[in-house]
C-alpha cells in the first residue's frame, strides 16, 4: 500500500495536531505495514519528521506553511500535478486541508469540531470557511479517523456524515518522553527555567482564552490565594493564540499578576519535567477532541483535575477530579479540594498505568486498518 500523508499543518511542532502526525508517522515506520508513505510538507517543517526506510518526501516552499496558501495548494497543484501518481490513498490529518478534487481515496481525520461549538473561536473569516465550507469537504471523504467517541457523534450530528464510516481511533502518547521524573530535580529544572521556587500548578494550553478557558482559571485561582494565603504560582505553559493579548492586559489588572508566569512556546522535552514538578495540573479547556495533556500529566505521575465536558472525561474515564469550566466556583472548588485529598494521591498509580495504554503502535496498527477498509470501500 502507497499513502501519501499531508503534513501542512506542523507549525513547527507547536500544536496538538502537529504530535499527532509526528509521532503516527514514526509508529507507522515501527509497525511497517505501509509500503511507502509519500509525506507532502513544506520545507520549513521537513526536519520534524524523523526519516525512515518507508518514507518518502515531496518538499514545498514554506511559503505554503501559511493556511490560506496551504488551502490552495491542497486544491490547485496537488490535484493538478503528478504528486499523487501511484499512490492509492491520501491522507490528510486536518479536515481544514481537504482537497475538493479527488485524484485517489480520501480519508481524512477529524479531530474536533470546536469551531461548531464555540462561537468567536478564530477570526470571522476562519469560522465561516469552518462552518460552511468544511462540512462539504468532510463529505467528500471516503471514511474518517476521529479521535473519541464523542468526535464522532460531533461529526455524525453536525456534518450529517455516515457513522459506520467513521473510525474512533485513540491517540497515543510517546511513552519514551513522558514518564515521571524524580520531584526534586525536576522542580530543580523548572527553576532553572523558568525562575519558579515555589509549589505551582500548571495548565498546558496555548493561550486561546475562548476556547481554553483562561480567564476563569485566572478567576479560580485569584480565589484560591485570596482564601489560602500562599506563596503557589499558576504556570501557564503554551504559545500565543487567537485573543491572547486580551489575557495579558486581564492579568496585569489583576492582584495576582506576580504569580502568574508563562513559558511562551516549550519544547516537548521540557513538558513532562514540568508535570513532574507541579503540585497539579489543571485543564480547564471548554472543548476538546482529546486532551493529550491529561494523558501526558497522568503518565508522568503528577495529580490532574479537568474540564467534565467534550471528550475530556471519555478520555479520562473519569479516573481524575473533574469540574464544570464554566463555573469559576467550581473550578476553585475543584483544586482546592484535591489539593487537600490524600486519597486522591493513592489513585496516582493506577493512573499512570492507565495513561500507558495509550500506545502509538496501537494507533499505527488501526490506521492502517482503517486505509484497508477505505480502500476495500466499506
Known amino acids: 500500500m502507497n499513502v501519501a500523508l499531508s503534513s501542512f499543518v506542523l507549525q513547527g511542532g507547536r500544536s496538538g495536531v502537529a504530535r499527532y502526525i509526528i509521532d503516527l508517522v514514526k509508529a507507522?515506520?515501527?509497525v511497517k505495514q505501509v509500503e511507502t508513505l509519500k509525506m507532502l510538507l513544506p520545507e520549513n517543517d521537513s526536519h520534524l519528521i524523523a526519516k525512515n526506510d518507508h518514507l518518502k518526501f515531496n518538499i514545498s516552499t514554506s511559503l505554503f506553511s501559511n493556511p490560506v496558501l496551504s488551502i490552495l495548494w491542497h486544491n490547485?497543484?496537488?490535484?493538478?500535478?503528478?504528486?499523487?501518481?501511484?499512490?492509492?490513498?491520501?491522507?490528510?490529518?486536518?479536515?481544514?486541508?481537504?482537497?475538493?478534487?479527488?485524484?485517489?481515496?480520501?480519508i481524512a481525520t477529524v479531530h474536533d469540531l470546536a469551531t461548531f461549538n464555540i462561537d468567536g473561536k478564530y477570526d470571522k473569516m476562519r469560522m465561516f470557511y469552518n462552518r460552511k465550507i468544511v462540512p462539504s469537504l468532510i463529505k467528500r471523504c471516503d471514511r474518517i479517523i476521529t479521535v473519541s467517541e464523542f468526535s464522532k457523534k460531533d461529526i455524525v450530528k453536525f456534518i450529517?456524515?455516515?457513522?459506520?464510516?467513521?473510525?474512533?481511533?485513540?491517540?497515543?502518547?510517546?511513552?519514551?518522553?513522558f514518564y515521571p521524573r524524580i520531584k526534586e530535580y525536576a522542580k530543580?529544572?523548572?527553576?532553572?527555567?523558568?525562575?519558579?521556587?515555589?509549589?505551582?500548578?500548571?495548565?498546558?494550553?496555548?493561550?486561546?482564552?475562548?476556547?481554553?478557558?483562561?480567564?476563569?482559571?485566572?478567576?479560580?485561582?485569584?480565589?484560591?490565594?485570596?482564601?489560602?494565603?500562599?506563596?503557589?504560582?499558576?504556570?501557564?505553559?503554551?504559545?500565543?493564540?487567537?485573543?491572547?493579548?486580551?489575557?495579558?492586559?486581564?492579568?496585569?489588572?489583576?492582584?495576582v499578576k506576580d504569580d502568574v508566569v508563562f513559558t511562551g512556546f516549550t519544547a516537548s522535552a521540557m513538558l513532562p519535567v514540568?508535570?513532574?514538578?507541579?503540585?497539579?495540573?489543571?485543564?480547564?479547556?471548554?472543548?476538546?477532541?482529546?486532551?493529550?495533556?491529561?494523558?501526558e500529566a497522568m503518565a508522568c505521575g503528577a495529580p490532574v483535575i479537568c474540564s467534565n465536558t467534550s471528550s475530556l472525561l471519555e478520555i479520562s474515564e473519569g479516573r481524575t477530579?473533574?469540574?464544570?469550566?464554566?463555573?469559576?466556583?467550581?473550578?476553585?472548588?475543584?483544586?482546592?479540594?484535591?489539593?487537600?485529598?490524600?486519597?486522591?494521591l493513592?489513585?496516582?498509580?493506577?493512573?499512570?498505568?492507565?495513561?500507558?495504554?495509550?500506545?502509538?503502535?496501537?494507533?499505527a496498527k488501526n490506521v492502517y486498518a482503517s486505509y484497508e477498509k477505505c480502500l476495500a470501500g466499506l
Open 274 to 295: 514540568i508535570y513532574s514538578a507541579a503540585e497539579l495540573c489543571v485543564y480547564p479547556s471548554l472543548f476538546e477532541g482529546f486532551g493529550f495533556p491529561v494523558i
Open 321 to 344: 477530579p473533574n469540574f464544570d469550566p464554566y463555573s469559576v466556583e467550581d473550578i476553585y472548588s475543584c483544586i482546592t479540594k484535591t489539593l487537600e485529598s490524600s486519597h486522591y
Open 188 to 255: 530543580q529544572q523548572v527553576k532553572e527555567e523558568f525562575g519558579i521556587d515555589s509549589p505551582f500548578l500548571c495548565y498546558v494550553s496555548r493561550i486561546e482564552p475562548k476556547g481554553k478557558n483562561h480567564f476563569r482559571l485566572l478567576e479560580a485561582f485569584e480565589k484560591f490565594k485570596k482564601l489560602h494565603p500562599s506563596d503557589y504560582k499558576l504556570l501557564l505553559v503554551g504559545s500565543d493564540w487567537n485573543g491572547a493579548a486580551e489575557f495579558y492586559q486581564r492579568v496585569d489588572e489583576s492582584p
Open 76 to 106: 490547485s497543484y496537488l490535484p493538478l500535478s503528478g504528486v499523487l501518481k501511484n499512490i492509492d490513498l491520501l491522507h490528510v490529518p486536518s479536515y481544514r486541508r481537504i482537497p475538493y478534487v479527488k485524484k485517489c481515496p480520501l
Open 28 to 30: 507507522m515506520g515501527d
Open 346 to 363: 493513592q489513585d496516582i498509580e493506577k493512573n499512570f498505568d492507565y495513561a500507558n495504554s495509550f500506545c502509538w503502535d496501537r494507533t
Open 160 to 177: 450529517g456524515y455516515d457513522e459506520d464510516k467513521i473510525d474512533v481511533i485513540y491517540s497515543g502518547i510517546n511513552q519514551n518522553l
